[in-house]
């Protein structure tokens, strides 16, 4: 469902694949144990095409909950207009910000030069 990833100081979490309703907490704490290992490193998380459904949305959402609570920079990439959309209106605007990015390396580059 998920593979990562360091890049550049930058820990890169790519999702694969919606999980559905049913895995949508599995996928939110498979993200979570992975921030918690890495943190305090900030972390890209890439919706590719398949993965950018109501659930995988949703996980990501629950997850930067926890980033901001930890402290820990979060912004997403996907080239999903509408997914980006879903993001940006969900997002928690308590704590640390969520950015999301339509592209990868821009996501990557725009972490590293705000974790220095």
């Known amino acids: 469902m998920l593979s990562h990833a360091l890049e550049r100081g930058v820990l890169v979490i790519t999702v694969h694949r919606d999980p559905g309703p049913a895995g949508r907490a599995a996928l939110a704490a498979e993200i979570g144990a992975l921030v918690h290992a890495y943190r305090p490193m900030p972390v890209v998380v890439v919706l590719e095409e398949a993965a ?19 402290g820990v920079l979060m912004s997403v990439a996907t080239h999903s207009a509408p997914a980006r959309r879903q993001l940006e209106a969900g997002a928690d605007t308590g704590g640390c910000r969520l950015v999301v990015h339509a592209r990868t390396d821009t996501a990557i580059d725009a972490a590293f030069i705000a974790a220095a």
């Open 52 to 70: 950018t459904g109501g659930a995988a949305v949703a996980s990501v959402l629950r997850a930067h909950r926890l980033c901001s609570n930890l």
